[in-house]
Structure formats: structure tokens, C-alpha cells
């Protein structure tokens, strides 16, 4: 699982010119769910992002969690993030996850962060969609998932 975080003042996605989802302040999550991907190392992903501590505190230090700061989360499904360029000029895609269980895992991903207190809002999954972020700092992660750890 590869997880691009970014803290963002707002973000939004659109579909067939249409706002799909919307937050204020807190993440917008790009998500790529990969074929080793189970659900013990999602829940481990869901947990660990919203313990981050990415905000800044009253000292203007990055000390607070998207829960200390009552954030939300615009969580988007990218496949692509599963791509791999190493050889030639395309990407191949070989390490994704099929798309039924890739949307299973995600949907119990985002249910995660919900059980977490996090307000989620979501893009449609294998749909186009444009997605526009305010990122704020700028301040973003990447976390990869293996075998139930975060690396």
C-alpha cells in the first residue's frame, strides 16, 4: 500500500463537472492499494495517519493530529501509485490490486478512519476524476505499507 498524505486548508474532488467530495482543513489521501496488501496492514495505515502529527501547535511547531485539529480527510483512490517505472516508458501496473478486492480494501480503509473519529469524504472509484488541492506548508508524506508495518 502506498499512501501519498498531503495537509491541505481545502480539497475537493470533481466528476462529470460535479463535486463528489470537499473538506476543509485536514488531508487529502491519494491511495494505492497493491496485490500484497491485507487488511491488518490497512487498518495499521488508518491508525497511524490519524495519530500524525502534522499540524502545527499554538508555537507554530508541527505537534497536532488531524483529530487535535477537528480535520477531515479527502480520501482518493489512485492505482497508479501501484505503477512501476523501472524499465521502458510506460508504467506497468502488474503490482496493483484487482480492481473488486483493491475497492473492498479500500472502502475498509476509509471505514477505518471513520471508526477513528475522522470525518472521510471520497472520490468514485475507477472513475476520472479531477481532484484540487490547497496544500498547506507545503507538508506532504508518503507512507508504504509492507507485511502489516509502516516503513
Known amino acids: 500500500m502506498k499512501i501519498v498524505i498531503q495537509k491541505v486548508k481545502e480539497a475537493k474532488v470533481i466528476v462529470d463537472e460535479k463535486i463528489v467530495g470537499e473538506i476543509g482543513l485536514g488531508y487529502c ?3 494505492g492499494i497493491e496485490k500484497s496488501d ?3 496492514g490497512i487498518k495499521r495505515a488508518a491508525d497511524k495517519i490519524t495519530t500524525l502529527r502534522l499540524f502545527d501547535d499554538k508555537e507554530g511547531k508541527i505537534n497536532l493530529s488531524i483529530k487535535d485539529v477537528e480535520g477531515s480527510i479527502l480520501s482518493i ?6 505503477g512501476d517505472i523501472k524499465k521502458g516508458n510506460r508504467p506497468s501496473f502488474t503490482n496493483a490490486m484487482s480492481p473488486d478486492i483493491a475497492n473492498e480494501l479500500y472502502e475498509s480503509f476509509n471505514k477505518y478512519l471513520e471508526d477513528n473519529g475522522i470525518k472521510v469524504e471520497k472520490g468514485i472509484f475507477q472513475t476520472h476524476m479531477n481532484v484540487i488541492i490547497n496544500n498547506d506548508g507545503p507538508i506532504t508524506m508518503i507512507m508504504e505499507v509492507k507485511d502489516g ?3
Open 77 to 82: 483512490s489512485q492505482f497508479t501509485l501501484a
Open 29 to 31: 489521501l491519494l491511495v
Open 149 to 151: 508495518k509502516v516503513l
Open 38 to 40: 491485507t487488511l491488518p
